[in-house]
């Protein structure tokens, strides 16, 4: 009788351990659909990207014109896409307009923001339609913000999704840039937008200066500075476009760029603490003058073209023989990084899945204890509040009794 009794406690033990595994291969498979696979990044030698950057008034939308005209005359295939959502009219047609999906007055309106915060602000929204990592912030922008007024998000394609489409068809993307250089450089949104180029084709940052200007060797430095800040921000070939050739000469910044013995007697005039400081620097930025291409360019009458192009070229091999190894490198990392974070996440998943063994699992937040201890609070400020009443009012029955002896002991 013994050993009949036993019998059903080890079928019912194997009937556990059955369940048990059971369990755990739906949350293995639970898991398996859950995981997310790494994205690919297809990495395409044409079109070469040229990102147009430079100071207010340094001409540079008139750059892209001519550049755009002068990729028509040459045959060459070029494709435009306009980043600046506040100008009002382009002298040129934009095959991607970042105004065709942002309204940029809209949305100064909508936060109410000023001019640069309305670029800003349309500039991160736009980020947002550049490759297939910027739909989830899309989606999330829309589900937060039920009135869209100036998002005009749509279900078409990504930019670089589109780009690669007619990759075998191009030879060059010009990206124009809003004027105010420092909302496309140093924020997120320009960052973005960077990298999502490098990481499908070879690119090139272009810095356009305004020649007549940097005439003044403070000026000079100023602009070779900022060139400098670029290269390094962005980690991409730069190239430096002396615009306005028409009007002023490049050839004293070239001459300025390999001798710094000529840059420094041309601050031999100027005594002050911005000459020395200045001077300084020229021999701090000897190194970085080394490993610049410099072309002088006119916009107007288009000087300098053909010695441009030759400069992206040349760009656009450097870039794939040095910075894509750099490039490759940093994505490796941080894709490394991204693994580790979600194997953490989850493994943190499974645990809490075993756990509650696929049951609806009830989260403390911690709001209900919150309510109660609000609530105590509530009732003691309120008891606080009568006994105050209360002395407040024994108090005034004083005064008023005091104030009736004085009245009856006055004498009229």
Not at 17 to 27: A, G, Y
Not at 286 to 302: D, M, P
Request: charged share 30%; net charge negative.
């Amino acid at each position: 009788m013994e050993i009949d009794a036993k019998v059903p406690e080890e079928a019912e033990g194997s009937m556990q351990v059955d369940s048990k595994v059971q369990e755990n291969d739906d949350i293995s498979k639970s898991m398996q659909n859950l995981n997310i696979e790494g994205s690919s990044f297809p990495f395409k030698k044409k079109p070469v990207i040229i990102i147009v950057v430079g100071m207010a008034g340094s001409g540079k939308t008139t750059f892209l014109h001519r550049l755009v005209c002068h990729t028509m005359a040459s045959n060459l295939r070029g494709y435009v896409l306009n980043l600046d959502p506040a100008v009002l009219t382009l002298p040129f047609g934009a095959n991607i307009d970042i105004r065709d999906t942002v309204r940029y007055k809209e949305v100064m309106k909508q936060f109410n923001l000023g001019p640069n915060g309305g670029i800003l602000t349309s500039l991160n929204l736009f980020a947002t339609k550049f490759d297939e990592h910027g739909v989830g912030i899309s989606v999330l922008l829309m589900s937060r913000n039920c009135d869209l007024g100036p998002f005009c998000f749509s279900s078409e394609q990504q930019v670089i999704s589109v780009i690669e489409k007619r990759a075998d068809q191009l030879d060059y993307v010009l990206v124009d840039t809003p004027g105010q250089i420092e909302i496309f450089t140093w924020s997120a949104s320009g960052a973005i937008i960077t990298e999502a180029f490098a990481s499908t084709f070879p690119t090139v940052v272009t810095y356009v200066v305004d020649t007549p200007r940097s005439e003044s060797p403070a000026t000079f430095m100023s602009n070779m500075l900022y060139a400098c800040s670029i290269l390094y921000k962005t980690r991409l070939p730069l190239v430096l476009a002396f615009n306005k050739t028409d009007v002023a000469n490049h050839e004293f910044a070239l001459e300025w760029m390999k001798d710094f013995e000529v840059f420094h007697a041309a601050l031999d005039a100027d005594n002050t603490y911005t000459s020395t400081l200045t001077r300084s620097l020229s021999l701090a930025l000897e190194e970085f003058y080394k490993n610049l291409r410099s072309v002088g360019v006119s916009a107007v009458s288009g000087a300098g073209m053909d010695a441009f192009f030759k400069a992206i070229d040349a760009s656009a091999e450097e870039f794939m023989e040095t910075y894509k190894a750099d490039l490759d490198k940093r994505r490796e990392e941080k894709q490394l990084l991204e693994e580790n974070r979600r194997r953490e996440n989850m493994e943190k998943l499974r645990k809490d899945m075993e756990k509650t063994r696929g049951e609806t699992a009830v989260l403390s937040t911690g709001l209900k204890d919150g309510k109660g201890k609000d609530k105590a609070m509530m009732d003691e400020e309120d008891e606080e509040e009568e006994d105050d009443i209360r002395v407040f009012s024994d108090d005034e029955d004083a005064i008023d009794e005091d104030e009736d002896e004085e009245v009856a002991g006055f004498s009229f």
